[in-house]
């Protein structure tokens, strides 16, 4: 079944302590992306990814990193949670050939204390 | 500064009618749009795309209209369903889909009564 998997799918932290979450997609799509979701503000883009190894900031990149080391996988990395990147995370994956149809993750929901 | 608005939090019709829902942009580099439909629980859909070549995208229920003289487009659903109750967002980006750097609206709950 094609799908795109994230976990942990729900995460309750502390401020300061690294974590990194994982997203892989089994198509072997070219382009992957992390988003945010909060209240009020919709959708928003953290880091994109075109290919292995390609990756640039989207519109909300600070406190996060990413890396492209194989195509499947694309994790978040949190060196140093606050407080303010509580929020709901989606991972989302789409080929070169179909650009429009980007497949989501089920959803990341993190707290940090 | 808001690059994509949606400026209807939320939208509720009767079902058998016309779902609008609207959305307007900023940036004239915008070059390709998108709809995302979501339900609670879940991660957004595709649903819809419209390049700015175009003034028009039909897919079954759902068209997508754009006018770009006016930085404007808007998602019709006709005739709108229960099964459409959902949040609904709009898109947009300077390249092809979902390439690079996709900027969302806030979106719109969308509820369709039976």
């Known amino acids: 079944e094609a799908q795109v998997t994230q976990n942990p799918r729900y995460l309750i932290t502390v401020t300061g302590k690294k974590l990194t979450v994982t997203c892989s997609q089994n198509?072997?799509?070219?382009?992957m992306s992390w988003y945010r979701q909060d209240p009020g503000l919709g959708l928003r883009q953290i880091y994109y990814?075109?290919?292995?190894?390609?990756?640039d900031k989207g519109d909300v990149p600070e406190g996060y990193k990413v890396s492209r080391k194989e195509k499947r996988n694309f994790p978040l990395i949190l060196e140093s949670p606050s407080p303010n990147q509580t929020s709901l995370y989606f991972c989302a994956s789409s080929s070169r050939e179909d650009t429009d149809t980007q497949y989501f993750g089920p959803g990341t929901r993190l707290t940090v204390l | 500064d808001q690059q994509v608005k949606q400026n209807s939090p939320s939208l509720s019709v009767q079902e058998g009618r016309i779902s609008i829902l609207n959305c307007d942009y900023t940036?004239?580099?915008?070059?390709?749009f998108l709809w995302y439909k979501k339900y609670p629980a879940e991660g957004p859909t595709f649903l819809i795309s419209?390049?700015?070549?175009?003034d028009k995208n039909e897919d079954g229920r759902f068209t997508v209209f754009l006018n770009k003289s006016a930085k404007h487009l808007s998602l019709h659903i006709v005739p709108s369903q229960p099964g459409d109750s959902a949040v609904y967002f709009c898109?947009?980006?300077?390249?092809?889909?979902?390439?690079?750097?996709?900027?969302f609206g806030k979106g719109t709950k969308l509820s369709v009564k039976p």
């Open positions: 419209i390049s700015s070549i175009k």
């Open positions: 940036n004239s580099m915008f070059d390709y």
């Open positions: 990814s075109m290919n292995v190894e390609v990756t």
């Open positions: 898109a947009a980006s300077a390249l092809r889909g979902s390439q690079g750097n996709l900027i």
């Open positions: 198509m072997n799509h070219e382009y």
